[in-house]
C-alpha cells in the first residue's frame, strides 16, 4: 500500500531519477536498494513495532520512512525544532527503544533515554552494495488499518498528541492530491518542509513516489538556496507555508527565478492575500491556497489551476467529505460560519495512548471535529475564517497557549499567565504573554523569554512577555483572552 510504488517505479524505470539532495542524488533502483539496506538494519535493531526517526530532509530520510515500513514498523518522526525535555515527552509515550538520526542531531538526542543509530556512522554505502549483491528481502503485507505513522502535536492542555495514521489514512491521502492537481511522472518536487509535518511527508516524500516522479530535498530553508535550486533542478512543483513564500517575495532578482514552477501551493498556515498578489506579481506564478491538518493526512482542500478561488482553500478533494456545523453540532447551510468537520479514507485513527481525547475529536460516524472555523460555499469552496481552538500557527508551526502558559507558570516568579496570537508580517502569528507575578516578587521580560527558550521550542518562545498587575476577567474569574488581543490591538 505505501510500498507498492516504489517497488513497481524500481521496476518500471529503475533509471529514473526519485531523489535528490546537495550531496547525492538517487535512482529508483538506488533509492529501493537504500531502503532495503535501512530495513535490513531496523530488523537486526529492534524488536519494537515502533521507531523514532530524527532526520533532515533528504533522500537518507526519503529510504528511512520506506524502510521503516518495509520492516513493518510504525514511523515515529521527532521534531527536531523541539527542545529535549519535550523529545524526551513524546520518546516516553511513544514507548520507542530505537531512534534512527546522524550526528549533527547529537547533543540534542543523546539525552534521551532511546538507543540512538547514528545513520552517518553504520557504513551505509558499502551495506547497500552488499544489498545489490544478495538481493531484496521479502516485502511485507501492509493492511489497510495498520498503522503507519504516529505524528506528535502539542495537546490543548499541554502534553504532546500521537496522531495515529494509518497506511490507507497516508495512501488515500496521496491518491487524492495526485487527481486532483494533476501530477504525473513529469513532476519536479522541492522538498523542504520537514517530513515530522504531515504536510510534507505526504505531498513531497509519499506523492512524488505514488506517482513516480522526482523530489528535489533541501536540509534547511533559505530563500536563495531555494531559488538556485528552483533554477538548477528546474522545479515545477513547489509546497510550501505562506512564510516561506513571503521570504522569497522579500528576495532581489529579476522575477525569472520561478519560470520553470507551474504549481506552487501554500498550506499548513493562513495564506495573506497581500503575500498571494505580492508573489505573482514578484514572479508570475499563482499561488493556490489549500487546507488540511495533522489528523487528516493532512490535506482536505485545494484550490487548481482551473478551478481557483482566491481568498479560499479551494474545494474539497476526491473521497473527503466536509460539512460546517454550530456549536450545538446542527448541521449549517451553504455560506454560514461554524466547525469545520471531516470525514473521510484521510481521517485519523484516533490519538495514540489518548481514547478520551480520541472521543472529543472523532464522532462515532467517523467525523472529525477540526476545531477550525469556516465556511463552505455552494460552489464547494472552503474558507477557513478563525480557529474555534486556540491555537496560534508561527511559521506554520502549531503553538498551544496552555503549553506557554504551563511552562510560565513553572518559574518561580510567576503567579498567572495568559498566552494570545498577533499578528506578524514574516512569520503569520507570534506568541505573545502577558503575566502576573507572584506577590512581592519582581520579574522582567528579558528573564522570563530566556527561561521560556531553555524549556520551549524556539517558536513557541513568546516574542513579547507584558507584565501586569491583573487581567481581564469574566464575572466568574474566567481570563479574557480577547480583552488581550484588544489592547494589543489599540
Known sequence: MLLEPLFDASRRTPDKLAVTDPTRALTYKQLTALAATMRNILRESTDCPRVGLMLPSSAANMGMFFATWWAGKTAVPLNFLAPTPELATIVEDAEIDLLVTIDHFADQVEPLPVRKLYLDKIGLKRRVIGTMIKGLPEQPTWNADDLALIL????????????????????????????????????????????????????????????????HFLPRFQPLTVLETIQKRKINTLLLIASMYRALIRTKGDGDEMKTVTHAVAGGEPLPSDTRESFEKRFGVSLLEGYGLTETSPV???NQLDHCKHGTAGRLLPGVEARIADAENQILPAGTEGEIQVRGRCVMQGYYRQPEESAKAL??????????????????????TGRIKEMIIVGGENVYPREVEDVLTRHEGVGEAAVIGIPDASRGEVVAAFVVPEEGVEVNEIALREYCRKNLAGYKVPRTVTIEPDLPRSPTGKILKRKLKERVRA
Open 152 to 215: 506528535y502535536t502539542s495537546g490543548t492542555i499541554g502534553k504532546p498528541k500521537g496522531v495515529c495514521l494509518s497506511a490507507d489514512n497516508l495512501r488515500s491521502n496521496a491518491d487524492a492530491c495526485i487527481e486532483h492537481i494533476g501530477m504525473t511522472p513529469e513532476f519536479e518536487f522541492l522538498g523542504v518542509i520537514p517530513t515530522f509535518h504531515v504536510f510534507g511527508l505526504t505531498t513531497t516524500l509519499i506523492c512524488p513516489a505514488v506517482c513516480g516522479a522526482t523530489v
Open 300 to 302: 482536505v482542500s485545494v
Open 363 to 384: 464522532t462515532p460516524d467517523g467525523w472529525l471535529h477540526t476545531g477550525d472555523a469556516g465556511t463552505l460555499d455552494d460552489e464547494g469552496f472552503l474558507s477557513i
